[in-house]
């Protein structure tokens, strides 16, 4: 086996999905498959569980997922460490974030760091902001943007850096642009467009069962690009952050319907391991990137106001 084979196994490992697995690492799915086949056959384990309908670690896919994980750690180490990185902190920030926090939540982060940390590089996956806690739990990023969690978790050091009401965003023209109504009969009259996961789905759905009503659901998508698309064509209005309206694509063709006191505000910040482990180098990044992180002037920054809204 080679590191572009780990590297392969790795993103496979990460989407459940061969064809998406093969796209983002250049290959077809039928080269990856035969990839994977290789490694099966080298480790002498079965690393995937596979049908017609959905790919699956195995248990000795998992534990072979740490292991391709510390071995493409160590080889990033070992080359920043020849890249005429003499002292001080070096090595890969691996980072996950959406689309939205990568042209909202990361600038400032990255400028701070490039400043104080200049030999520090970024890997960046982008993806739901549901996924972002699994994916520093799993240890495939040590750094995450998210919705900071209603309620404190000991495995995660949350940052706050934004706070964002919740509201719904309809496509402007479009046959939701006025509503009216409480919010009762307005979440059970008019389609939603929702996350399948996250924060704000939780809310939702505790907000509906606490009322006792029966949502119209149009869809349910993974990341809030995804709920903004499928509002951009009509099909109902989408629930956001309101920070996703206000910034990349969507400044134009919407309007936004508060979603009020019922669903809230988002805490939009960073989310790390609370421990720092792993080598020396590993541990000098994490601190780094924690001072970074702590050093104040994160909180509230460029908060979202309430839009006005007669409503929801």
Not at 11 to 29: D, G, T, Y
Not at 227 to 250: D, F, H, R, S, W
Request: glycine letters at 8%.
């Amino acid at each position: 086996m080679d590191f572009n084979e780990l590297k392969a196994f790795l993103e496979l490992s990460s989407s459940l999905h061969f064809a998406k697995a093969a796209r983002a690492v250049n290959l077809s799915a039928s080269a990856l498959s035969r990839i994977i086949s290789r490694l099966e056959n080298e480790t002498g384990a079965v690393l995937f569980e596979r049908n017609n309908r959905e790919v699956k670690l195995t248990d000795e896919g998992r534990r072979f997922t740490e292991f391709a994980r510390d071995c493409i750690s160590r080889q990033q180490e070992l080359f920043s460490s020849f890249s005429n990185v003499s002292s001080g902190v070096h090595g890969v920030l691996h980072v996950y974030a959406s689309v939205t926090a990568c042209y909202t939540i990361m600038p400032p982060f990255i400028r701070r760091l490039n400043a104080l940390y200049p030999a520090v590089q970024l890997s960046v996956e982008t993806g739901d902001p549901a996924g972002a806690a699994g994916a520093v739990r799993e240890g495939r990023a040590e750094l995450a943007v998210a919705a900071i969690p209603d309620t404190k978790i000991d495995l995660f050091d949350c940052i706050p850096v934004r706070t964002s009401p919740l509201v719904f965003a309809a496509s402007s023209p479009g046959p939701y642009v006025e509503v009216s109504g409480s919010p009762q009969d307005i979440v059970s009259s008019v389609p939603l467009i929702l996350p399948k996961a996250g924060l704000a789905r939780r809310r939702f759905d505790s907000w509906v069962k606490s009322r006792n009503v029966r949502p119209v659901i149009a869809a349910e998508t993974e990341g809030n690009e995804a709920v903004m698309a499928l509002a951009a064509l009509g099909l109902g209005i989408g629930l956001v952050p309101k920070i996703v309206l206000e910034n990349g694509p969507y400044r134009e063709g919407f309007v936004c319907h508060s979603a009020g006191n019922a669903l809230g505000y988002y805490n939009i910040g960073f989310i790390q391991l609370a421990k720092i482990s792993g080598t020396e180098t590993h541990r000098a990044l994490r601190e780094a990137v924690s001072s970074v992180l702590h050093g104040g002037g994160w909180e509230n920054s460029g908060n979202d106001s309430e839009m006005p809204f007669s409503g929801v």
